[in-house]
């Protein structure tokens, strides 16, 4: 048999595997066992993480595009070599977490970014709306967004009959931001203790605008430090590829002896333990 034929043969067993596996899956998951168990908690985690991302779809579309992709990529590893999907099997299953994670520290940097707007338009609107929550509502068509979205679901919670500080408190919960905590503690405390509120949101808005600042500053002066953890990262492995490609044989000591897969997993660990202490020694929090 030429070996066209052969490679069409292990794609179409390899695709009818993977469709067996789909239909195991869905059967599974209609049924009271650990695999539908995992399977309602994986979609009800997607649903949620879109829902609070404002991002349109299902959890459910979301793992019929896994099982297709799963598809997809059982094909291509058939016809290049089975190892090509041993490789993309484990980045099609991680790849919506990765995804919306990705996603999730975009908005939070973006309305970390926009707070000071959000301080300052609430601060100008209490001057003239005695209501927080009427100031809320008459501020929200003006912000951009993710900002306006935020305030908009938190109203939305109040219209349903929950008190605005509840609301406030849920948005903090969601979110988990240390910058939107700030402004929304001086907000919650307004509330509660009185006073003058747009005095405190306007000395609010400065200490963030400063913490802003701060934070540029600091990574300003780590950005060479950064640059020499990723050259620290990377650099054993480009020098191993130079070897390999000047002397094929160069690495065989390591690789043909116990002692030399001793040593191997001791550097492995010494290199991992570097660049954790280089990733704590160039974080820093302000």
């Not at 404002?54 to 297709?68: E, K, P, T």
């Not at 959000?118 to 209501?131: D, E, F, H, Q």
Request: charge should be positive; aromatic fraction near 6%; charged fraction near 15%.
């Amino acid at each position: 048999m030429s070996a066209p034929s052969l490679t069409a043969l292990k794609v179409a067993a390899l695709v009818l595997v993977l469709v067996g596996v789909c239909l195991f899956v869905r059967d599974a998951a209609s049924g009271d066992t650990f695999l539908a168990r995992y399977y309602r908690r994986y979609v009800a985690y997607l649903d949620r993480s879109l829902r609070l991302l404002f991002l349109s779809g299902s959890g459910r579309r979301v793992v019929l595009g896994q099982l297709a992709a799963l598809v997809a990529a059982g094909a291509a590893g058939a016809a290049l070599g089975v190892e090509y999907f041993a490789c993309l099997l484990p980045l099609v299953l991680l790849a919506p977490r990765l995804y919306l994670a990705r996603k999730r520290a975009q908005h939070l940097k973006k309305l970390e970014s926009q707070l000071d707007s959000l301080i300052l338009s609430l601060a100008n609107a209490l001057k003239t709306v005695p209501s927080t929550a009427a100031a809320l509502t008459q501020i929200v068509p003006v912000l951009p967004s993710p900002v306006s979205l935020e305030l908009d679901r938190a109203l939305k919670e109040v219209r349903v009959g929950s008190t605005l500080e509840q609301a406030i408190l849920n948005m903090s919960a969601r979110l988990r931001s240390n910058e939107l905590d700030t402004a929304l503690s001086a907000l919650l405390i307004g509330l509660q203790v009185g006073g003058n509120l747009p005095r405190v949101l306007e000395n609010t808005a400065l200490t963030v605008r400063e913490m802003g600042r701060l934070e540029g500053v600091v990574r300003t002066k780590t950005s060479e430090a950064r640059a020499q953890l990723w050259v620290l990262a990377l650099f054993p492995f480009a020098i191993c590829i130079a070897f390999s490609a000047l002397d094929p044989t160069y690495f065989d000591p390591l690789r043909q002896s116990s002692t030399g897969t001793a040593v191997t997993a001791v550097a492995l660990c010494f290199w991992s333990a570097s660049i954790f202490l280089a990733r704590r020694i160039v974080r820093v929090d302000l």
